[in-house]
């Protein structure tokens, strides 16, 4: 019988299906789709890399020949800051990749099978009860159903959000709603003209709530997409392709990087993406990565959270399938709410403008640099920095009043 069901074979699934099955567990992962498959996100942060080294995942992805990345740069009009994760204050790794996601994800999915997880796809959960002393999940693949009494259930599932939907556990999140258009492009950029290791962040040149991001691949292609609200994208017209090429060319600096770029795959738009849930677990089950709770893509956080919450979990769920006493809300939910936490503060403080005007002061301490350099390199959950946790907003808009001030 099987000891763990996991929904969804994305980076949180496919890590904790490698975590668990490396200790012995039967595991099986049911995915939706069919892998490889396209997805957004494709800008790891330097803090990823070390949970797939600690996990033993790393050297499949390594061997991939991915693009390397050092950091990050922002741009707005005249103005240029960027950031080198080997200058950042916590310790560990400096640098990390951009990926595309179909390739990326298969080869985490696929290193979880060869620790022994069973991985079945085109797989969809119709339904879950969590009432009684083991969950009871039904699953559907074409004209089979099957149930499954699992000893617990991950949910995994990204933006499917499979049980906060089966279990009324959603609640509206606290971002305004915003909309991401986005393609993968052949960038065709000219040698020299931008940094292909380091994930651009553009700024809209009057409206600093519009921003885009410029992601190179190795193999010459590159993830393009605009952020904004809804009603700005409501002010260009045309078909999905035509709207994001207005877009890019109101941005002036990005329209001239990109002047030669075709796209490579339609054009796609997630709306109202930001989400948050009643609880992250409950009886015989836990809510892992964006399954839970997501943010925003201008951290590039997604992957982050999903591999720390992938961690966690699977060590809590280790004692427990052990006959230990464990306790979810402190040993789960709060300590991965405390990078949140950072996020959400960072997110907020790119929107109303006060971490712009950190990331683009021209004299910068050093050392309070490092510290939003460790953030930006996904280190949230170090309590050494002061800039983490949730005081870190209070800080970054006390930083930002310095800033202006100066």
């Not at 609880?279 to 997501?294: H, I, Q, T, V, W």
């Not at 510290?371 to 946790?389: E, F, H, Q, R």
Request: contains cysteine; proline residues 5%; glycine residues 8%.
């Amino acid at each position: 019988m099987v000891d763990v069901l996991i929904i969804g074979a994305g980076p949180a699934g496919s890590m904790s299906a490698a975590l668990l099955a490396s200790r012995g567990y039967d595991v099986l992962v049911l995915e939706k789709q069919k892998f490889p498959r396209f997805s957004i996100g494709e800008s790891l942060l330097a803090n990823s890399l070390e949970m797939l080294e600690d996990a033993g995942m790393l050297e499949p992805v390594m061997a991939q020949g991915f693009q390397f990345k050092n950091g990050a740069a922002f741009v707005h009009n005249e103005r240029y800051s960027e950031f080198n994760f080997a200058e950042k204050f916590s310790e560990g790794s400096p640098f990390t990749f951009q990926v595309p996601r179909a390739q990326f994800d298969k080869v985490l999915a696929d290193e979880a099978a060869r620790r022994g997880a069973r991985v079945e796809y085109e797989v969809e959960i119709t339904g879950i009860d969590v009432s009684g002393e083991r969950p009871v999940v039904t699953s559907k693949r074409g004209d089979e159903i099957k149930t499954h009494r699992p000893r617990f259930v991950l949910d995994a599932s990204g933006f499917g959000r499979t049980l906060p939907r089966l279990l009324d556990l959603d609640r509206p999140s606290d971002f305004p709603p915003r909309a991401a258009v986005f393609v993968h492009v052949q960038d065709n950029t000219i040698s020299g003209e931008f940094d292909r290791q380091k994930i651009r962040v553009g700024v809209h040149p009057t409206n600093q709530e519009v921003w885009s991001w410029f992601i190179p691949f190795s193999n010459g292609q590159a993830s393009l997409g605009i952020v904004a609200t809804p009603e700005h994208h409501a002010k260009f017209k045309g078909s999905l392709e035509e709207r994001l090429w207005q877009l890019v060319a109101d941005e002036p600096k990005l329209g001239h990087l990109l002047r030669n770029a075709k796209a490579v795959r339609p054009v796609a738009e997630l709306k109202g993406y930001a989400s948050k849930v009643k609880s992250m677990f409950g009886p015989g089950f836990a809510l892992l990565g964006n399954a839970a709770e997501f943010l925003d893509p201008v951290f590039s956080s997604g992957v982050t959270v999903a591999m720390k919450s992938a961690t966690l979990a699977c060590d809590v769920l280790h004692r427990q399938l052990k006959g230990e006493r464990v306790d979810w809300q402190t040993e789960f939910a709060d300590p991965l709410a405390y990078g949140v936490e950072t996020f959400r503060n960072f997110v907020i403080g790119w929107y109303d403008g006060s971490l712009q005007d950190v990331i683009f002061f021209e004299n910068q301490d050093p050392a309070i640099r490092r510290m939003i350099c460790s953030v930006l390199a996904g280190y949230v959950w170090d309590t050494k920095n002061p800039y983490t946790g949730p005081q870190s907003g209070r800080r970054l808009r006390a930083l930002a009043q310095m800033c202006r001030a100066a």
